[in-house]
């Protein structure tokens, strides 16, 4: 398997991740949309999930669940995260639980991200940050471009990124709660995606595409007949830390995405409400 390979400074493991995814109106439009279908399943397949992000900001918005698995040393990880995001607007806001300590306690309170271009917001960050503080961090400086670090890849980044497929194989049909969905099955190229990508989002993947040694990531990805995004499944992997303390860390993050058209509400913070202070590691 091809898999993608970051070496992160300080050989810690992303802090913030360790610290802390229709019917058809008349008979007479059936045909049409039997061809389509049959296009994505055959020739077009490439196509379809490189629009797939397109497709998201002609629907508007969605809500999100999020689920990053991180495994290293024979140590498994699981992050999970849900709120919703607005596709137009290119914002969104997810609460992102933390696994629970090797004893069973629970590690940490559920962390607030707001996603918003070029910036990522967090909220009960800990590590000597205040309660009532945000913590904002810009992700075109990130290595990653925020891919992994906040523990939920962005639903808007994690869509673009498929703008970069290639080797898309249509793997079949399926059910996804309730939902028939294509399943898809390929690489993306974060270089080029960065590329193509949206202005809000590009910055962001460029640095990504900077801070991995290698651009192939493996994914799954499910669309339904309207080719919305429902799931999505990157398979990244990095070097953590430097010589004998390094090892490879395998992360698979999955979004999924439903109710579709969702009202989402977020305001960001204003500046006397950020953080200016030193955070422990």
């Given at each position: 398997?091809?898999?993608?390979?970051?070496?992160?400074?300080?050989?810690?493991?992303?802090?913030?991740?360790?610290?802390?995814?229709?019917?058809?109106?008349?008979?007479?439009?059936?045909?049409?949309?039997?061809?389509?279908?049959?296009?994505?399943?055959?020739?077009?397949?490439?196509?379809?999930?490189?629009?797939?992000?397109?497709?998201?900001?002609?629907?508007?918005?969605?809500?999100?669940?999020?689920?990053?698995?991180?495994?290293?040393?024979?140590?498994?990880?699981?992050?999970?995260?849900?709120?919703?995001?607005?596709?137009?607007?290119?914002?969104?806001?997810?609460?992102?639980?933390?696994?629970?300590?090797?004893?069973?306690?629970?590690?940490?309170?559920?962390?607030?991200?707001?996603?918003?271009?070029?910036?990522?917001?967090?909220?009960?960050?800990?590590?000597?940050?205040?309660?009532?503080?945000?913590?904002?961090?810009?992700?075109?400086?990130?290595?990653?471009?925020?891919?992994?670090?906040?523990?939920?890849?962005?639903?808007?980044a994690a869509a673009e990124l498929l703008r970069g497929a290639r080797d898309v194989t249509y793997v079949?049909?399926?059910?996804?709660?309730?939902?028939?969905?294509?399943?898809?099955?390929?690489?993306?190229?974060?270089?080029?995606?960065?590329?193509?990508?949206?202005?809000?989002?590009?910055?962001?993947?460029?640095?990504?595409?900077?801070g991995f040694s290698k651009n192939a990531v493996p994914f799954d990805v499910y669309l339904d007949e309207?080719?919305?995004?429902?799931?999505?499944?990157?398979?990244?992997?990095?070097?953590?830390?430097?010589?004998?303390?390094?090892?490879?860390?395998?992360?698979?993050?999955?979004?999924?995405?439903?109710?579709?058209?969702?009202?989402?509400?977020?305001?960001?913070?204003?500046?006397?409400?950020?953080?200016?202070?030193?955070?422990?590691?």
């Amino acid at each position: 398997m091809v898999v993608q390979q970051h070496r992160r400074r300080g050989g810690a493991l992303a802090v913030v991740a360790l610290a802390v995814a229709g019917a058809v109106a008349t008979s007479g439009c059936s045909s049409g949309a039997d061809a389509a279908a049959e296009d994505r399943r055959g020739a077009d397949a490439v196509d379809a999930v490189r629009r797939s992000a397109d497709v998201l900001a002609g629907t508007g918005s969605a809500k999100a669940r999020t689920s990053m698995e991180m495994a290293t040393g024979g140590t498994r990880v699981t992050i999970r995260g849900e709120g919703s995001f607005d596709f137009r607007q290119r914002i969104g806001q997810l609460e992102v639980m933390l696994p629970k300590d090797p004893s069973g306690k629970e590690g940490h309170r559920p962390i607030t991200e707001l996603l918003a271009p070029g910036a990522l917001y967090m909220k009960n960050r800990g590590a000597g940050v205040p309660a009532d503080k945000w913590v904002r961090v810009d992700t075109t400086t990130l290595p990653d471009g925020n891919l992994v670090t906040g523990g939920a890849t962005d639903p808007l980044a994690a869509a673009e990124l498929l703008r970069g497929a290639r080797d898309v194989t249509y793997v079949g049909e399926t059910d996804l709660a309730g939902t028939k969905v294509l399943h898809y099955r390929g690489v993306t190229d974060i270089a080029r995606a960065a590329r193509v990508a949206s202005p809000q989002t590009r910055s962001a993947l460029a640095a990504a595409a900077k801070g991995f040694s290698k651009n192939a990531v493996p994914f799954d990805v499910y669309l339904d007949e309207q080719g919305r995004l429902r799931k999505v499944r990157h398979r990244f992997s990095f070097v953590n830390g430097k010589g004998k303390e390094g090892g490879a860390v395998a992360v698979a993050s999955t979004t999924l995405l439903f109710g579709f058209g969702a009202p989402v509400k977020v305001q960001l913070p204003p500046a006397r409400d950020i953080f200016a202070g030193k955070i422990a590691d």
